[in-house]
């Protein structure tokens, strides 16, 4: 059977998804809503706002939509999910009442307490219990870690290295500082180890686990500088043997999948397990409803088969998990390009070139902040491009990768000299 599939989205992740399903030998007629120039070489562009389900779900209808593939967490905390359903169109991306595993960090913290999955010490406040929030950081050992409740575009959480900056940003956070989101604030224990992810592609019982990764942050190398959406990741990660992977799936997989049918709302789609490892111990720092930015990048490249098909049986009750495989013994880094200035303020508009000598050099080149106008490729974001390249060793895809970056270039171009690196003590 043939899957004619509509593609939400138009970051890295969006365009990683995307070759990976046009790759598939189930892909039937692909669509992208709203895509990008990297995307829109293998999709047709849907001429439609994300946020206009009526639109969206007319599209599903006329077009013959077999399945829809959701990337970023904003449309599926509104709702998209669920309003498809309703009309009988099959989603891979979860429902509005299950993806407050990422629009609430309240509800996920509460989640991971009342099934048992380990994670930092917390205690939530609302704006009305001003005086017992501060009294309770008084006495909380230090870094103290506080995050806005909603969604706030991974800029939510401050790590407080005293109790003066705690105290401040918890005012900030009472005061609007972002928006709705900081109604509620959750208090935590910081939690020290390596971070790394693992994706669960979900039925919303049964999964198949992509190789776990590394996202890489922060702005610059040694990580350094401010926390951004995201300057690179690499795959698999090493930090995650064999028993950190058991441990995930008994302690947390396993019981929260469990636990979001028990409370009616099973969750299918990609469960995004943030994790902090310490001595083999993990303990989740963050759920994700969604795949991961640009762990997705350097993650798919590692898969082989019909990913299309993975997503579909998802989607639709019973995940083949045999419709793809990993690769095994081979490796994969992404490098994030990135216009100077970000995270803060950057020009756009700037014309790139080697995209094609780097792909000609063995890599994928993702696009995520670009445009295509009059025969050029302008960038048109913080994040350009994610270039991804794979390697027999860690070692080897760092150089690949790296090689290929070289032939790309465009005005104030930024990007990290050390993604993987963090990898390369474990061989
Ligand atoms: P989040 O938005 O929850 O992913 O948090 C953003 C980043 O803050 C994480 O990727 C971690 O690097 C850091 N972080 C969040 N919570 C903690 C914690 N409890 N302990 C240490 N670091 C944390
Ligand atoms: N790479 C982090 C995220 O996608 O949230």
Redesign the pocket.
């Not at 935590?188 to 939690?191: G, S």
């Given at each position: 059977m043939k899957t004619n599939i509509l593609l939400i989205g138009s970051g890295g992740r969006e365009h990683a998804l995307a070759r990976a399903i046009a790759e598939s030998p189930s892909a039937g007629m692909l669509y992208a809503l709203p895509g990008n120039p990297g995307i829109l070489k293998t999709f047709q562009h849907v001429n439609a706002r994300v946020e206009d389900f009526n639109s969206i779900s007319q599209f599903c209808k006329q077009f013959a939509i077999d399945l829809v593939v959701v990337g970023p967490e904003q449309p599926l905390a509104d709702g998209l999910a669920d309003r498809l359903i309703l009309e009988g169109i099959n989603v891979f991306g979860p429902i509005s009442a299950a993806a407050k595993l990422e629009s609430s960090?309240d509800f996920a913290k509460a989640m991971m307490l009342k099934y048992k999955v380990p994670t930092?010490a917390y205690r939530t406040f609302t704006a009305s219990q001003y005086d017992e929030a501060h009294r309770y950081i008084d006495g909380h050992t230090l870094p103290i870690?506080l995050?806005a409740d909603g969604l706030a575009a991974?800029k939510?959480?401050i790590?407080a290295e005293n109790h003066f900056d705690a105290h401040n940003a918890l005012n900030e956070m009472f005061s609007g500082l972002f928006g709705n989101a900081g109604n509620r604030v959750v208090i935590?224990?910081?939690?020290r180890g390596e971070?790394a992810s693992i994706f669960a592609i979900t039925d919303g019982t049964d999964y198949f686990l992509t190789p776990a990764s590394q996202d890489h942050?922060r702005q610059f190398d040694n990580d350094e500088g401010k926390?951004t959406g995201g300057m690179g990741a690499f795959a698999p990660a090493p930090i995650v043997t064999k028993s950190v992977l058991q441990k995930v799936e008994e302690r947390v997989i396993k019981p929260l999948l469990e636990g979001m049918q028990k409370e009616g709302t099973p969750f299918i789609g990609c469960l995004y397990c943030?994790l902090?490892i310490e001595n083999d111990e993990p303990s989740v720092?963050?759920f994700n409803v969604r795949f991961g930015d640009p762990e997705t990048q350097a993650v798919l490249e590692l898969l082989e088969g019909d990913f299309a098909k993975l997503l579909y049986t998802a989607a639709t009750g019973k995940i083949d998990r045999n419709a793809v495989k990993v690769i095994e013994n081979t490796f994969s880094t992404c490098v994030v390009l990135a216009s100077g200035g970000y995270p803060d303020d950057y020009e756009k508009g700037f014309e790139i070139t080697g995209i094609e000598d780097a792909i000609n050099s063995g890599a994928n080149v993702y696009h995520a902040g670009t445009k295509s106008e009059t025969g050029m490729i302008l960038t048109n974001g913080g994040r350009v491009l994610g270039v991804t390249a794979k390697g027999d060793s860690l070692a080897e895809s760092i150089a690949n990768v790296y090689d290929a970056v070289s032939h790309i270039v465009f005005y104030n171009m930024i990007n990290r000299k050390d993604i993987g690196f963090k990898g390369l003590k474990f061989f």
């Open positions: 960090k930092a870690v995050k991974g939510g959480v790590i935590e224990e910081f939690l971070e942050k926390n943030g902090m720092v963050e």
